[in-house]
């Protein structure tokens, strides 16, 4: 980036932006609006809101092109239907209020890098229902726009049974199967993950093909059974600090059949660790929200497989959003 005074004065205000997105995705407004266009006081009313607050935000979103004003009447964008409104299938409002619930512990960032202790509660871990939600369905939306294509790039032919360690919601495990007819599928996850899961993995058909079992991959009791073809390990590593990345690593490889594959999916950091930026923010965030998470480079992820034996270790060629990547490798 060419930095000037414009920029950064820029990027230092950025995120008025994101809250009033954020407010914007909180308070429903995309989805009132619908197809209709109504008016600030129709939307007052509706969210029993002020009047000179609701049409500042109104106003607000217009500017950002997120919202159309004609007279004294908002309606949406084709962009803000598709993805901000709860009625569409593509709603991306989950992973909004996922970022919207990390801001308080941003803005808390310096006493985090004075006092090298996290300033908030692991989302995973968090017994709110609505930040767990928005955490869980919000991998979801992302991982619903990557994972078919991923499905066509990662080899599963001829494998009978794959591990979703930490999978989640299940959303690549879907996508998986879906696109191997001969794959059966398990989703590891912690026990708050599994309503979610059997919900998207159920809306799929899947369920008869796809099971969910409960449990800590950090559990030395863990109990897997070891007849898998492939595991797939998708950001799970960066809420762990490098000794239990390798033993989630160490545990998934002694699942796999000899033979067997695994994919390990991360924001990954070049070698230097001083980019690509996404990655070097989202160590960052690991920081801020959990003991010992942080990104990890390629090289600290190829040391995790060959301490646990795998050999062809490679990374896969993808194009991904946010600089993650696939190392992958086989067990012998």
Known sequence: ????????????SSYW????????????????????????EE??????????????LLNALAAMELLYKTGDRFSNTDFSKQFLSKDSAD???????????????????????????????????????????????????????????YSKIIDLSGCAHLLDFGGGPGTYAIHFCLNNPGLNALVFDLPTTQ??????????????????????YLDENTDIEQDYDAAWLSHILHGQGPEEAELIVAKAVNALKPGGKIFIHEFILNNTLDG?????????????????????????????????????IHRIDVSSPNGAGIMSGVKP
């Open 91 to 149: 709603y991306a409002g989950f992973i909004i209020m996922h970022h919207h619930h990390l801001v308080p512990s941003w803005a808390e960032m310096s006493g985090s890098v004075l006092s090298g202790n996290p300033n908030r509660s692991s989302v995973s871990d968090t017994d709110k229902d609505i930040e767990r939600e928005s955490f869980l369905m919000g991998m979801y939306n992302m991982a619903s726009g990557i994972a078919p294509i």
């Open 43 to 56: 939307i007052a009313e509706k969210i029993n809101g002020n009047l000179r607050g609701v049409s500042r």
């Open 1 to 12: 980036m060419n930095w000037n005074k414009g920029s950064l004065i820029e990027t230092s």
């Open 276 to 312: 690509p930026l996404f990655p070097a923010l989202f160590s960052i965030n690991m920081f801020i929200g959990t003991d010992k998470g942080q990104s990890y480079s390629e090289a600290d992820l190829q040391e995790m497989l060959e301490k646990s034996g795998i050999s062809n």
């Open 195 to 216: 309503k979610f899961a059997e919900k998207t993995i159920a809306s799929y058909n899947l369920s008869k093909r796809i099971q969910f079992k409960s449990g800590s």
């Open 17 to 40: 932006k994101s809250c009033t997105i954020h407010t914007g995705v909180k308070l429903d407004i995309f989805t009132i609006i619908g197809d209709s266009s109504k008016s600030s």
